[in-house]
C-alpha cells in the first residue's frame, strides 16, 4: 500500500497545493523597469527584476554557495537568502548600498542547516532576522548562539516596506523542516531559495523527499513570471517542472533499490541516473542525496 501511495505522490501534482497558493492573490498595480548599477564586490551579479526588486545570483567560485534577493521599497530595504557567511553579508550589503540610502530593516532567513556555525550568524548589528519558527529551533540548537534580533513567524507573514508587498509563506518541510518561499506580487517575482536549483542535482541532505515534491508542486502552481533559485539564474515555472521531474526520477530510482530489499550500502554501490551526469553537482553530491532519499523513504514507507 505505501508503494500506491508514493507513486502517486511522485507521478502526479497535490491539489492541497492549490489553496495555498489560492491565498497569495496579485496585486494588479504596474511596475516600472529597473536600472542595473555597477557594485565592487566579490559574491553576487546583481540582475534587477523590477524597479524595487533584485536579484542577487551567486558567482562562480565565490564564498556565496546560494542566490538571494532584495526588495527596495519606499521606507526600507528587505533582504533575502541563506547560507550566509560573514563576507557574503557584507558583499549583499554592499550591493544594496550601491543602489538606495534606506536601511536594510529586515533579513529574511529562509532556512538553515544544523552543524554549519559560520553561516547565518554574522548579520550586522542592530539588524532584525525573519524566520520560520523551525529554523529558529535549527538555530538555537546551535553550539554558536545568536546576537541578533530574531523574529520567527509559524505559518505565514506580510511585510509593507512601502509601494511593495513581501509575502512570506513558511512551507514547512522540504529542503529543510522550515523553508520560506518570498513573494513579491507587484513584481510577480518568487524567491525558492534551494527549494528550487535550475541545471543542477541540488542539495538534499536535510531533505524530506514527499514534502519537497509538494513544495515544489505549490511553486509551480503560483505561476510566478519570475523565480528565483537557490542555484541558477532567474527561472519560470517550465524549470520548476524540469527540476520536479528529475527529482521523482531519483526518488522512483531509490524506491526501487529499496523494493528489491537492498541495504544502502548495496544502492550506493550500483546506483545510477545516467540522463543526469551533465547537471551540476552529480559527481560531488548524487552519493550524499542517495543516503538521505534512501533513509527518509525508508523510515516513512518501509517495513
Known amino acids: 500500500m505505501w508503494r500506491i501511495f508514493l507513486i502517486i505522490v511522485i507521478i502526479t501534482y497535490s491539489t492541497t497545493t492549490v489553496a495555498l497558493s489560492a491565498r497569495l492573490i496579485k496585486d494588479e498595480a504596474p511596475v516600472e523597469p529597473a536600472v542595473a548599477v555597477v557594485s565592487v564586490q566579490e559574491s553576487f551579479l546583481i540582475e534587477p527584476l523590477a524597479a524595487s526588486v533584485f536579484a542577487a545570483i551567486a558567482k562562480n567560485g565565490s564564498q556565496a554557495t546560494t542566490n538571494a534577493l532584495f526588495v527596495i521599497g519606499r521606507d526600507y530595504v528587505v533582504a ?27 533579513f529574511i532567513l529562509t532556512h538553515h542547516h544544523t ?29 554558536r548562539k545568536t546576537e541578533h534580533s530574531t523574529l520567527f513567524f509559524n505559518e505565514g507573514l506580510t511585510l509593507k516596506p512601502g509601494g511593495v508587498s513581501v509575502v512570506l509563506t513558511n512551507v514547512g518541510k522540504g529542503h529543510t523542516n522550515g523553508d520560506i518561499i518570498v513573494f513579491i506580487p507587484e513584481a510577480d517575482v ?4 534551494d527549494l528550487l536549483y535550475v541545471n543542477s542535482v ?7 523527499m514527499t514534502d519537497w515534491l509538494l513544495a515544489l508542486d505549490f511553486l509551480e502552481q503560483m505561476g510566478a513570471k519570475q523565480i528565483v533559485p537557490g542555484y541558477g539564474p ?44 551533465d547537471m551540476d553537482g552529480y559527481d560531488q553530491l548524487i552519493k550524499l542525496n542517495l543516503k538521505r532519499a534512501y533513509n527518509d523513504l525508508s523510515n516513512n514507507f518501509g517495513g
Not at 80 to 106: C, E, F, N, W
Not at 127 to 138: A, G, H, V
Not at 202 to 208: A, E, L, N, V
Open 202 to 208: 541540488g542539495y538534499m541532505g536535510s531533505g524530506y
Open 115 to 143: 552543524g554549519y556555525t559560520y553561516v547565518d550568524f554574522d548579520f550586522p548589528p542592530g539588524q532584525d532576522i525573519l524566520m520560520s519558527w523551525q529554523t529558529w529551533k535549527n538555530l538555537d540548537s546551535e553550539i
Open 80 to 106: 533575502v537568502g541563506a547560507h550566509m557567511s560573514k563576507q557574503v553579508i557584507d558583499d549583499l550589503y554592499k550591493a544594496i548600498a550601491a543602489r538606495t540610502s534606506k536601511p536594510v530593516r529586515y
Open 190 to 193: 518568487v524567491f525558492a531559495s
Open 234 to 277: 532567474v527561472s519560470g515555472p517550465e524549470e520548476v517542472y524540469e527540476f520536479g521531474q528529475c527529482f521523482r526520477e531519483f526518488l522512483t530510482a531509490v524506491l526501487q533499490h529499496i523494493e528489491r530489499g537492498d541495504t544502502l550500502q548495496q544502492t550506493l554501490t550500483s546506483f545510477d541516473l545516467p540522463g543526469y551526469h
